[in-house]
């Protein structure tokens, strides 16, 4: 089974926002007094369900190659904005996309509009009750003090033997949780919405659910998820997976990627951590070799003046100084990370030393001032 890419659970609605294929898009949209239900239907109107695209991405087949000229170096994107702006044109220009992609074009649009959002990962079951066996995305939005629940996949039409048909339905937009929960199973059972959560074993058994008339979990209570930030919130959502039962595959798949993550949450934290500060001081030898030579022709260069070099100096020294405290207070179990560390470590002492001699020497070069007799 294809590992599930946890990552898109914590996807970032900041590039989102500023999307260029977004704001062309509102821009050109026919807005209702409701501006969600506005962005509900012209997804549904616009965007079709990709089945032939979900199939190949759940057996794992690498897409085609496109035949034709590659793209110019500088037009690929570098950026993660570039990287979501792109995805989202594609989304809009194919007209289809899976669950997924239209799970997340429709919380780019309605995050813009100033709204909280969630894409909500799980599974679901079609008309006849088969459970599906590829990973689904619907939307949860926070307003008018509640949270409300969107499939815009559902809203654009339904799948009949493996082909998608489309036919506009508005019961998904703002659906209640008791609606969604008789054909959506969240890998976290908070989204359900439901003071009671439904356990995936009922869910896929299928029949009559005893929380179709349950009651609604309050915004407060669902809220507090996003007051949990890192490590916390990884283990929260696990503890409340492992709670609602095993599930079946797709569920066990989660479940294990979930631990995987708050397992190696701190190594990866401190592998993002040493390579932020190797960033800080990355120019410290390039810098200091321009400092050598302006040294040897005796600060004559514009740039490195006798003023200009010594405050360059005790930039460096900052930097290193910096990055070492940081070195220091790393809490690190990992052998190979413990070496990389102390690689860097070595390294900043090493130039710290250098920029602190010349630092010494500036100082020597400096005019004694002369002291003012009374």
């Not at 970032?12 to 509102?26: D, L």
Request: hydrophobic share 30%; net charge positive; aromatic share 10%.
């Amino acid at each position: 089974m294809k590992k599930i890419t946890f990552l898109l659970l914590f996807v970032s609605h900041f590039g989102f926002a500023q999307s260029t294929a977004i704001t062309e898009v509102m821009e050109e949209m026919v807005w209702e007094q409701d501006s969600i239900l506005s962005v509900y239907n012209w997804i549904t109107e616009n965007i079709s369900q990709n089945v032939s695209r979900s199939k190949k991405s759940k057996d794992g087949a690498k897409p085609k190659k496109r035949k034709g000229k590659s793209s110019k170096k500088e037009s690929k994107p570098k950026t993660p904005q570039q990287m979501a702006d792109l995805k989202l044109k594609r989304i809009i220009n194919r007209k289809k996309g899976s669950s997924i992609e239209m799970a997340t074009l429709f919380d780019a649009m309605v995050s813009s509009l100033g709204y909280r959002t969630q894409i909500i990962y799980g599974y679901t079951k079609n008309q006849e009750g088969e459970i599906s066996d590829k990973e689904q995305a619907w939307n949860a939005v926070y307003t008018n003090g509640i949270w409300q629940l969107y499939d815009t996949s559902r809203g654009a039409g339904m799948i009949s033997n493996r082909k998608f048909v489309k036919e506009y339905d508005p019961t998904w937009n703002n659906a209640s949780p008791q609606k969604m929960i008789k054909s959506h199973m969240p890998y976290d059972p908070i989204w359900q919405l439901l003071k009671t959560p439904v356990s995936y074993d009922d869910f896929d058994k299928g029949g009559e659910l005893k929380s179709d008339k349950g009651e609604t979990a309050t915004a407060t209570e669902v809220t507090t998820v996003f007051k949990q930030t890192g490590k916390q919130r990884l283990e929260s959502m696990l503890e409340r997976s492992l709670a609602n039962g095993t599930g079946n595959e797709l569920v066990t798949a989660f479940q294990e990627t979930l631990k995987d993550d708050v397992y190696f949450y701190d190594y990866d934290q401190n592998v993002k951590l040493l390579e932020e500060t190797k960033e800080t001081y990355s120019n410290i030898t390039e810098e200091f070799e321009a400092y050598k030579k302006a040294k040897k022709n005796k600060f004559k260069d514009k740039k490195f003046k006798r003023k200009n070099a010594r405050k360059a100096l005790d930039e460096m020294y900052t930097q290193l100084d910096d990055a070492l405290n940081i070195y220091d207070a790393m809490e690190i179990e990992d052998d190979k990370l413990i070496k990389l560390v102390n690689k860097e470590i070595d390294f900043c002492d090493k130039y710290l030393d250098k920029v602190d001699k010349e630092r010494e020497y500036m100082e020597g070069l400096t005019p004694l001032k002369m002291q003012i007799r009374n």
